[in-house]
């Protein structure tokens, strides 16, 4: 949609963040292995890290693993017999086997889900209680104290369960996330239970993919086949209404054509036989009242999506009455894990349920139009021969996303030469 938004006081969202610099910028975050070292240390070893949702265990002996590989880390999250989520590394701590297993089948990113009154190690037999605290060992004889499962920090915000590594975390879950994400405190993500998900292995790093979804100035190229060819406009744009930074940070909204007001030229016929394509389910459910100040803080009409950039690596955007929520896991510095899920309020009716299906669908093979060009785009990066890239002010969140990683980095190594390490 290229309308002309109106900008901040300054005249540009460039000149708003003056913090973030004007001039080029380089992409040797993303090709380096030197720089992924760090990043793994000063990012995914403090930063809090969402791992999965309440309802992925509800019930008191629920358990299931996580990968983490740029913490070098396989996560367990347990819910005790108090209703509480904890979360420990999977670890037994006789001779370090992996504590976690069950005859489910694993998850798509290799998650272990199962349930269980205690968590007893295959190999040993050591068991533990579901708050982590060792209990039998074989022949009666524990060691003695000392020997618990080895804890996480753990918390949970409007149902996401995040976890953190640092040993003494910088700040609580909440005061990291700041004012501008936990004004969507009240929005229902409780209702909006019925999930579709896919994983992608992607040849780029993770911050090449996240700077696709923070900026819309490609899609006119990219994503042409929004619409029908005969009504395409060559050389279209597409401007956003609203951007916002807060810490590390930040928010893209803008609005929202209603395709179903259109003329029929412009939708294809699935979209109208199914009354659902990319912009999801034309039928919005009831959710109640909705944060909106939090949803869409810069008031943008027609409002169609926010997309909130919780870093480092979780993106949630909101369409009507719907989320999508990605996740970029880093498994090497030029690869990532890309996990991308779709809510919905549970079908009612096949109707509806078709509805979802179709838009989850759909907003894959969007996804997959940009995870198909970025291993190019990985490949030519590391040829090298361009450090200076351009960025227009519709990119002032590529911008952000790579200064917060690289301030982080700073912060860390600093703190490393003055304690006498580097």
Known sequence: MATNWP???EGSWTEHYPELGTGPISFRDS??????ALEREAVFKRAWLNLCRVEEIPNTGDFLTKPVEAADASVLLVRGDDGVIRA????????????????????PSGEIYGNA??????????????????????????PGDGYDLLPVHCDVWAGFVFV??????????????????????????????ERYD???????NWKIFADAFQEYYHVPALHSQQVPPEVRVPNAGFTCGHFQIDGPHRLVSTAGTRRWLLPKEYMYPIERATRSGLVGPWHTPDLGELP???????GIEPWGISNFQIFPNIEILFYGGWYLLYRYWPTSHNAHRYEAYTYFCPARTVRERIE???????????????????????AALEYDIIDEFPLNDQEILVRHLHKATGDWVRAYSDEQRTAGVA
């Open 164 to 193: 953190n590594f640092d040993p003494q975390p910088r700040q609580s879950l909440r005061e990291f996330l700041g004012p501008m994400v936990t004004a969507l405190d009240d929005y229902p993500f409780h209702k909006l239970t």
């Open 356 to 378: 979802h299906e179709v838009a989850a669908v759909v907003l894959k093979e969007f996804a997959l139009q940009d995870a198909g060009m970025l291993g190019g785009t990985q």
């Open 88 to 107: 420990f590394h999977n670890v037994c701590r006789h001779h370090g086997n992996p504590l976690a297993h069950s005859d489910n089948a694993p998850g």
């Open 7 to 9: 900008k901040p006081a």
């Open 31 to 36: 090709i380096s292995p030197e720089f992924y």
């Open 292 to 298: 909106m100040a939090g949803l869409n803080p810069g």
């Open 117 to 142: 009154t205690q968590l007893t190690c295959r190999r040993c037999g050591w068991n533990y209680a579901l708050d982590g605290a060792l209990g039998d060992a074989p022949g009666g004889n524990p």
């Open 198 to 204: 896919w994983i992608a292995h992607n040849n780029s």
